[in-house]
């Protein structure tokens, strides 16, 4: 992308216009094409997506503007959505990030604590989105456990095509009450994927957060999602039980939490997830 292109597209999309000081490519978008854009008043990110993918270019919109009625914790702030032909771009404010350290992971905790207090008066959000790639619904429920079991766990398993983990997750359905007999989750504003490589932190530590997969739902599945691959330290978890105490009876329902991002991993990158899944399912029947 030349430097005349890049003023167009700003223009399209914020209504002014910019003085570019260089575009160059940014790589490791799985989805995406991706440029960092320079100007004399701010650095930019753009991405391009075809038209095929407009709906996850919006979600992540819509995704990151609701995040952003958190006050207390960072996210890319973001410009608006432009489609033109045969492709759909998002430009966002581009931010330069380093390896977390230890204060950083303190103040993310916090911070995250702070964003699970914004709820709402039901599970669900105004849209469905997306986990990654996979469809993700949404629709608003007054239950946490009925949203829990067909808005993410049933839809999941049956999208698998897999016989024994669509009649185990069918067996597990009728289970999922008795986890939350002595346990009443709020509808927390939660990012939906958080995992360490969508969290980052700035040259003064502030920490920030972006590529989300927004509902309102159960704050533990945020939490769970931290420990789904690691990379999230002890500091992180005792600044976040500081501000917001976890219910004791979080580490019986954390596999529980996992196992929808298991599922969506099976479906996304394949078998390799199978044996996983098939473990965890078994392990949380078990229980």
Known sequence: MNKLRAEDLLTQITGK??????????????IS???????????????????????LTKAEWRGLKELSLCKDIKTPRCFGVHEEQDSCFLLLEHLDFYDHNSESMAQLGTKLAK???????????????????SPQINNWSESWVKFFINCR?????????????????????????????????????????????????LSNNEPVIYDPAVYYGDRETDIAMTEMFGGFTTEFYDAYNKEFPLDPGYKK?????????????????????????KDLINIILCG
């Open 253 to 277: 329902r954390k596999n529980l939490y996992i196992l929808y991002h298991t599922l969506n991993h099976l479906n996304l990158f394949g078998d390799s997830y199978l044996p996983q899944t």
């Open 33 to 55: 094409k991706v440029w960092k854009i320079e100007t004399t008043e701010e650095k930019l990110f753009l991405k391009k997506n075809s038209l095929d993918n407009k709906p």
């Open 153 to 201: 766990i049933m839809p999941q398993a049956y999208m698998t095509g897999e016989p024994f983990v669509e009649i185990k997750a069918e067996h597990l359905a009728k289970k999922i009450p008795h986890f939350f007999e002595n346990y009443l989750p709020i509808p927390s504003l939660l990012h939906g994927d958080l995992w360490s490589g969508n969290t980052g932190r």
């Open 115 to 133: 964003m699970h207090k914004i709820t709402a008066a039901n599970f669900g959000f105004f849209e469905n989105n997306y986990i990654g790639a």
């Open 17 to 30: 216009s910019y003085a570019i000081l260089d575009v160059s490519p940014v790589s490791g978008g799985d």
